[in-house]
T-cell receptor, first 112, second 113 residues
């Protein structure tokens, strides 16, 4: 079992839909959770950063962490064609010099 | 634009050859990370440098090496290249080694023929 599992997709939705992207993980030591967005032929860019359990909202994006279930989610409201990208979850056990573990990413396609 | 510069953007070479990938971090960032991305393995951490010193090592092959210079730019050297080394190689930087908030470059696409 990989440490971080993520459905590769693609997930196809119409413009304006609410999108739910998810990751599960096995390492209970993970405390810091991130979502990165990667456009084709570009480097990943940080979207959301959360610590421990709970929700965090930033504009149309909401990140949710459920440590008891080892499950994290990213919700995108009012999705736009410009949201079409691959979304990677990432996590690590502590801040400082520990290394991030990434999911393989979910490809999202938002059609006009 | 993340502020992280990687060169070259594309590299085509033959098996057995050696190549060098270069990275300039964001201004003021002391940490540089190298990642390899392939379709089957996803984004894999290779190595991290902090202010010139190796800080952490991931799944980096012995044929690969890296260094960070006094001006904080970094180079990743790949030698005795194999077909399986074909991948996208990313450099990322962060302030003070806080590796959650990474800023990635646009990557170098390496094709080994």
């Amino acid at each position: 079992q990989k440490e971080v599992e993520q459905d590769p997709g693609p997930l196809s939705v119409p413009e304006g839909a609410i999108v739910s992207l998810n990751c599960t993980y096995s390492n209970s030591a993970f405390q810091y959770f991130m979502w990165y967005r990667q456009y084709s032929r570009k480097g990943p860019e940080l979207l959301m950063y959360t610590y421990s359990s709970g929700n965090k909202e930033d504009g149309r994006f909401t990140a949710q962490v459920d440590k008891s279930s080892k499950y994290i989610s990213l919700f995108i409201r009012d999705s736009q064609p410009s949201d079409s990208a691959t979304y990677l979850c990432a996590m690590n056990a502590r801040t400082g010099y520990s290394t991030l573990t990434f999911g393989k990413g979910t490809m999202l396609l938002v059609s006009p | 634009d993340s502020g992280v510069t990687q060169t070259p953007k594309h590299l085509i070479t033959a098996t057995g050859q050696r190549v060098t990938l270069r990275c300039s971090p964001r201004s003021g960032d002391l940490s540089v990370y190298w990642y390899q991305q392939s379709l089957d393995q996803g984004l894999q951490f290779l190595i991290q440098y902090y202010n010139g010193e190796e800080r952490a090592k991931g799944n980096i092959l012995e044929r690969f090496s890296a260094q960070q210079f006094p001006d904080l730019h970094s180079e990743l050297n790949l030698s005795s290249l194999e077909l399986g080394d074909s991948a996208l190689y990313f450099c990322a930087s962060s302030a003070s080694g806080l590796n959650e908030k990474l800023f990635f470059g646009s990557g170098t696409q390496l094709s080994v023929l």
